[in-house]
């Protein structure tokens, strides 16, 4: 099933930027497309970005441009380097496998407000 550990959350201002980082264990890392999703209060869990198993990446509409997923194979680590943060963006932000996501971590938290 794998085991996901969230971390890099934080609050920032309206602008500002923040790097998310995911330990991946339990799994073979390069064998799976890994994703970032997050929920925000009162809504459904929604996937923000995914950096599949051949290395192409795929983004919401509405962080195209705005985020960057990668992942480092030597340290079994997903990424999300997130700029020009909107108040929307705020939420708590998962990573899971982008194919029947299980097991569930913490998720970290990001607030966006001034």
């Known amino acids: 099933q794998g085991q996901f550990v969230e971390s890099g959350g934080d609050w920032v201002q309206p602008g500002g930027s923040l790097r998310l980082s995911c330990k991946v264990s339990?799994?073979?890392?390069?064998?799976?497309?890994l994703a970032w999703y997050r929920q925000a209060p009162g809504k459904a869990r929604e996937l923000v970005a995914s950096?599949?198993?051949?290395?192409?990446?795929t983004y919401d509409d509405s962080v195209q441009g705005r985020f960057t997923i990668s992942r480092d194979k030597s340290e079994n680590t997903v990424y999300l380097q997130m700029n020009a943060l909107k108040p929307e963006d705020t939420a708590l932000y998962y990573c899971?496998?982008?194919?029947?996501?299980?097991?569930w971590g913490r998720g970290t938290q990001v607030t966006v407000s001034s």
């Open positions: 339990g799994i073979i890392f390069n064998f799976h497309s």
């Open positions: 899971n496998r982008l194919s029947s996501p299980t097991n």
């Open positions: 950096n599949n198993y051949d290395l192409t990446t």
